[in-house]
């Protein structure tokens, strides 16, 4: 059994409450991007944010140009043995609840049942004006539909359903507003700029107090919303191991880091710890 793995696993069998944070990593094995390179650096030009999204109408025809493509990528998706070894975790009595900065509920989709999807899902959008949520999918059939024969061409895809596209293709998109108020359509999703609501931090942080140990996979950290969780445990004393590639805001806290791809390392050890 390689050291790693040896070590991940003594991680786990010690604790019978793990609260697991993951991020963009987790899912890189399910062909979706993600956002950072091993330094903890952006791999590509910085996510819209909040605030542009909102204020300009032409940074939202950018923006649904680009998820209308993406999305038609992001959605076939599927868990990878990363999450399918957390679910099985789970099912093990090991994991009290998952917290994750991903938005594409492919923890849930594995079968893991106590998710905390911190910045939201992208599978919902939420009207800006009188807070209606309706089916990704619903509002991708209105995009179409405003947009007949609309076609663009996917230079590279990027974290999160985003896909860059050739030749300018997005400025003649059409995008529609709320069937009930025309107001703004906006993804479920926190976006940068954006606060996480209180009330899902605050159920994050009760998860991270009452558990024996954080366990962060596929996560850099860098970004404050998934950070805290890493500090707090740390305050409190709590053993805390990470499983990613790179560098990540939190290795003075971790008490394991284990620089590997989380979709190998993760299925083993699990796979040992449980027997």
């Not at 985003?162 to 059409?174: G, H, I, Q, S, T």
């Amino acid at each position: 059994m390689a050291p790693a793995i040896r070590s991940l696993k003594a991680f786990l069998e010690q604790s019978d409450s793990l609260v697991v944070l993951s991020g963009a990593g987790v899912s890189t094995g399910s062909g979706i991007p993600d956002y950072r390179d091993r330094n903890g650096d952006w791999k590509h030009s910085q996510p819209i944010q909040f605030g542009e999204f909102m204020g300009s109408e032409s940074a939202r025809r950018r923006y649904w140009a680009r998820s209308y493509i993406g999305w038609q990528r992001f959605s076939g998706a599927e868990p990878n043995p990363a999450h399918h070894a957390l679910a099985r975790l789970e099912d093990g009595g090991k994991v009290d609840t998952v917290i994750t900065q991903n938005v594409d509920r492919l923890h849930s989709a594995a079968g893991n049942r106590n998710v905390i999807d911190l910045h939201g899902d992208l599978s919902k959008v939420r009207c800006m004006s009188c807070d209606r949520v309706t089916e990704r999918r619903h509002y991708q059939a209105a995009l179409e539909w405003v947009n007949p024969g609309w076609t663009a061409e996917a230079k590279h895809y990027r974290a999160d359903g985003d896909a860059e596209l050739v030749d300018n293709a997005e400025a003649d998109f059409e995008v529609p507003g709320c069937e009930l108020c025309n107001g703004i359509q906006k993804p479920d999703v926190v976006m940068f700029g954006e606060n996480v609501p209180q009330q899902r931090v605050a159920e994050a942080m009760g998860a991270v107090d009452r558990a024996d140990g954080l366990l962060v996979v596929g996560s850099s950290l860098m970004v404050f919303s998934g950070f805290r969780f890493a500090r707090r445990a740390g305050e409190l004393g709590k053993p805390v191991a990470i499983v990613n590639r790179g560098r990540t805001r939190a290795d003075d806290i971790a008490g394991l880091k284990v620089e590997d791809d989380c979709s190998q390392v993760l299925p083993a050890a699990v796979a040992s710890a449980l027997g």
